[in-house]
């Protein structure tokens, strides 16, 4: 089993875990000042403020969460985070995988949360029931009280998350927005290249300004933030099955692992080689073969 381990410098700390049976990563940590820059991630996101005032943009709304408040965020959605008080944040959240709450949800009959037709009614809540089933869940997974305190408190939990879920209105593809998202499977077919606006220009028959205008209007940021986003989610699902850092770094399109570690520590405070730590036992077990 991995043990819950603190990472960071100063007074902000990190302390991150990673449960191996169902994928769920849990993370206490406190921030002063600058958190995270713009990211997102696969996986749904249920956390609750536990200390100071937490601020982020989400769903392009700027957020406060005060403590004891919960923050429900989807996959996919792009969100960062700042302390505005001196004395910064303390929070605790759960990143539930898409598989895993797909077939909980299911099993269930409760709908799924982790698809494109469906949101969170509310980035922040004030349930308490729900509040209670978060932090009585991330204390199961994050101190590892075993499975049976495990799949209860998670059950209790999804039960609870069913009742936030709604549906988004559907979305009209017209020509434009079609080509969009034709333009973002392009990105993720060839993410590992050193791909330029030309490039892009060319293969959607716009000019670079109009093709930039349209995929921001369409995904809420630029081809560029789109692709550097892509390939720190894909560079965490390849570094918790444990594949070396510059392997990583090459295989999702970083000019060298350096690139990559500047980039993921800046979405996610932590290193490459530390977030891999956590998640796998691999570098222990290359160091006793030492």
């Known amino acids: 089993m991995n043990t819950p381990g603190n990472t960071g410098a100063g007074k902000d700390w990190v302390n991150f875990h990673r449960d191996e049976e169902t994928g769920i990563e849990s993370i206490n940590a406190h921030f002063r000042g600058h958190a995270y820059d713009p990211h997102d991630h696969d996986e749904v996101l249920v956390g609750v403020t536990m200390q100071g005032l937490q601020r982020f943009n989400c769903h392009r709304t700027l957020h406060t969460s005060q403590p004891g408040r919960a923050i429900l965020i989807e996959p996919g959605a792009v969100h960062d985070g700042h302390a505005p008080d001196v004395d910064g944040f303390t929070y605790v959240m759960l990143y539930l995988p898409q598989s895993w709450i797909t077939e909980m949800m299911q099993r269930r009959g409760l709908g799924d949360v982790s698809v494109i037709e469906a949101a969170f009614r509310h980035t ?87 093709l930039s205008r349209q995929f ?75």
């Open 124 to 210: 922040l809540t004030d349930d308490s029931q729900l509040i209670t089933a978060i932090q009585q869940a991330f204390f199961a997974v994050h101190h590892q009280e075993g499975r049976l305190a495990r799949d209860q408190t998670l059950d209790h939990l999804l039960y609870l998350l069913s009742r936030h879920i709604g549906n988004r209105p559907a979305v009209s593809l017209d020509d434009s927005l079609m080509q969009m998202y034709q333009l973002r499977d392009y990105l993720h077919d060839r993410m590992h290249l050193d791909i330029g606006l030309d490039e892009l220009s060319q293969h959607a028959g716009l000019d670079r300004f109009r």
């Open 216 to 290: 921001k209007k369409a995904f809420g940021q630029s081809p560029h933030a789109y692709l550097v986003r892509l390939r720190l989610r894909t560079a965490r699902v390849l570094l918790a099955q444990g594949i070396e850092p510059a392997r990583v770094a090459s295989d999702v399109g970083f000019s060298d692992q350096s690139h990559m570690g500047r980039w993921f520590q800046r979405a996610y405070r932590l290193s490459p080689a530390g977030y891999q730590r956590h998640c796998t036992n691999v570098l222990d077990r290359q160091a006793r073969h030492l």
